[in-house]
């Protein structure tokens, strides 16, 4: 069983920056994949931005130029650098481990809170 702790949210004003992150544990093994998802009021969850174990990263069009992922050398723990913020990146964000084993569900943290005021 994977248990994932996410902190670094906040209130920020447009234009501010935030970092999240990330700590997975409860596994031996260095996690492949490791993503971050959003989740406005009345909207559905939006991938955000993953990164490889060889730090290969992904991000949503909206985010691009904005945020950057990044990931501890040989460990579960990652961080999501958020410059730039809008209005609009308000949202409940997620940290997300898909599942190591066949016969496992997606792994996904407590949420934070992003707040950005105009």
């Known amino acids: 069983q994977v248990q994932i702790v996410e902190s670094g949210g906040g209130l920020v004003q447009a234009g501010g920056s935030l970092r999240l992150s990330c700590t997975a544990s409860?596994?031996?093994?260095?996690?492949?994949?490791i993503g971050w998802y959003r989740q406005a009021p009345g909207k559905r969850r939006e991938l955000v931005a993953t990164?490889?174990?060889?730090?290969?990263?992904g991000y949503a069009d909206s985010v691009k130029g904005r945020f950057t992922i990044s990931r501890d050398p040989g460990k579960n723990t990652v961080h999501l650098q958020m410059n730039s913020l809008r209005p609009e990146d308000t949202a409940v964000y997620y940290c997300?481990?898909?599942?190591?084993?066949?016969?496992?569900?997606?792994?996904w943290g407590q949420g934070t809170q992003v707040i950005v005021s105009t």
């Open positions: 997300h481990v898909p599942p190591l084993r066949w016969d496992e569900s997606d792994y």
């Open positions: 409860g596994t031996t093994f260095t996690i492949n994949t």
């Open positions: 990164i490889n174990n060889n730090s290969g990263a």
